[in-house]
């Protein structure tokens, strides 16, 4: 049995460290294979390339042009690599905001996943309060995050603390100052 283990969340939250902390241990812990599949790793380039072309700024990845054009292809791609992969029998960690998935429950959905009943799916919801996310962005310093600090007021009308039904499977971790224990229990709620 492969999984398909999905680390969502808004910009800051800290979803790629947490994604690197856990992989190895899931390796070890299941004995199986695991790719680790980042946007922003996969997809950076390529957007800087096309935004730097379309508007001159290699860096937006945040203004309605982006969001319109070419952020679906984008998570489109990144499912497919993963499925691809799971095909294969190589289980995946996908690391992407994936805000409108989970806020719609595709994110739950097989089908438009590809994927069959015999992947184990699991969707962490990695979040912090805003004003932590918003020190975080601020002191990685990525050009990536220009667009959203100067439109933040923009930005933040679409950050969201998954609730109700939206929660129903989703494993919210808060990642502000998170413990041992509590990357244990994540890691036992994952397998």
Not at 49 to 65: Q, V
Not at 79 to 92: F, H, K, P, Q
Not at 106 to 121: C, K, N, P, S, Y
Request: include cysteine.
């Amino acid at each position: 049995m492969t999984h398909l283990i999905f680390f969502c969340g808004h910009a800051g939250t800290g979803k790629t460290t947490l994604a690197r902390r856990l992989v190895p241990r899931l390796m070890r812990a299941t004995g199986e294979p695991f790719c680790m599949l980042d946007k922003d790793t996969l997809y950076g380039a390529y957007s800087a390339a096309a935004m730097g072309a379309l508007t001159g700024d290699p860096n937006d990845r945040d203004s309605p042009l982006f969001l319109q054009h070419l952020r679906d292809p984008e998570y489109r791609s990144l499912i497919d690599t993963a499925r691809e992969n799971l095909e294969l029998g190589v289980s995946a960690a996908v690391v992407a905001p994936l805000s409108r998935e989970v806020r719609d429950g595709r994110i739950f959905e097989r089908a438009w996943l590809g994927i069959g009943d015999e992947v184990t799916l699991r969707v962490v919801w990695v979040h912090v309060d805003e004003d932590v996310a918003r020190e975080r962005i601020v002191a990685r310093g990525n050009p990536n995050d220009a667009y959203k600090l100067a439109h933040w007021d923009e930005y933040k009308s679409r950050r969201f603390v998954p609730s109700g039904d939206q929660c129903r499977d989703l494993l919210m971790f808060d990642n502000s100052v998170p413990s041992d224990e509590a990357y244990e229990e994540l890691l036992k709620r994952l397998l």
